[in-house]
């Protein structure tokens, strides 16, 4: 039954049941393939340790479902402001006195025996972190989140390939056109029906587009290598100010992991050298170079309104789908979600996915930066608490939309939005471009 639609509280509570265990299957996948002390390592600034997010997901889950749900005491509090993201950056972490993994295992296995045992005797109704099961999915969906910042740290960390997973295998049939012409008019961004939507996808609101042009596909390492073969992280005409500032600082020259050997290009992916793959999409740009990959090619970046509509609006209805294909749920045919596969498919796959216009891949593969900062929409409101994205909101943080290989449906929909700083590259980050019509 697809999340938006109405529920028994038996449904309600075998959904979240399952996304739960789903959440902690990936987690337990991510952390157990690792020795103790590559968890408690820091394999890079901008990330935390492993075993950090590990308590930090049992800490969050014991605070909104056995606090503030039950109502129980902490089970441990002199731990609360260990894991509290906004009381210590990535960076000091490693130098904080955090659970051993031994001890966060424990720890994360005890709050989750206490949640399920929860979740079989509460309402799922008669409040807003209740009803429809919001609390309970929100935990999901948070673990779903440093999951993903889990694999990136797998990522970034050395050494050899400790994950697997086979590649995509998905439907694969070319678009007939490069671009497609997404209609002018109002559609409705947002949404206030979907159950476990998330405070910044809310309410529900028109917004007006001019008709404009937009890719069916994300932009290619083929075509990105045309830039840099074209001398586009040389030239300052392409870049924002700050944007050639960290290119000159860095001394940065082609997306994060690839490397030049013997005239080839090649990529660092988990641990594994592999020779750049001319038609996935490319991974790991940042907005400035994304932005100015549009320029060099005389376009630009959509904006997150231009982006929605082409995911979600449908031409002949007139309404907003739940996501580009219809209604239902994802499906591996439809999109490459949830770490099935550690890469994106190739640009053109997933036909059955594509929008009423024909936009293909629009969810899953790559995250989609957009022209967009982060702001709320009109009638927003906190909930349950302002930590979450209000005080995100503002021009420091771009925008980006659709989800990656690396995001689990659960956290993934036509109305999710994700936002970073404009810098950042080690992300699983792409993008497709637009054109006035």
Known sequence: MPAGSPATPSVLRERAYGALAAARLRTASLTDVVSDPDLTAQHSPLMSPL????????????????????????????????????????????????????????????????????????????????????????????????DETMLITHQLRQGPAVLAAPDPDAPYDPPPAREVLVPGGPFTMGTSTEGWALDNER??????TEPFFLDTVPVTNAAFQAFIEDGGYREPRWWAAEGWEQVRRHGIGAP??????????????????????????????????????????????????????????????????RYPWGDADPAPELANLGQRHLRPARAGSYPAGASPLGVRQLIGDVWEWTASDFLPYPGFRAFPYREYSEVFFGSAHKVLRGGSFAVDSAACRGTFRNWDLPVRRQIFSGFRTARDA
């Open 51 to 146: 075993v950090w997010d590990l308590a930090h997901i049992g800490n969050q889950e014991e605070l909104w479902l056995l606090r503030r749900v039950e109502g129980r005491e902490a089970m441990r509090p002199e731990i609360d402001s260990l894991y509290d993201a906004f009381v210590h950056p990535r960076s000091e972490r490693p130098k904080l006195p955090l659970l051993g993994p031994s001890e966060a295992r424990r720890y994360a296995a005890e709050v989750r025996g206490r949640v399920l045992d929860l979740l079989e005797r509460t309402p799922l109704e008669g409040s807003p972190l209740l009803d429809g099961g919001f609390a309970f999915g929100m935990i999901a969906q948070h673990e779903q989140q440093h």
């Open 256 to 321: 994060l992991f690839w490397y030049r050997e013997a005239g080839q290009w090649l990529r660092r992916r988990f641990g594994v050298a592999e020779p750049v793959p001319p038609e996935e999409p490319v991974l790991h740009v940042s907005w400035y170079e994304a932005d100015a990959w549009a320029r060099w090619a005389g376009r630009r970046l959509p904006t997150e309104a231009e982006w929605e509509k082409a995911a979600r609006y449908d031409p002949v209805s007139g309404r907003s789908r």
């Open 203 to 208: 309410p529900a609101h028109p917004r007006e």
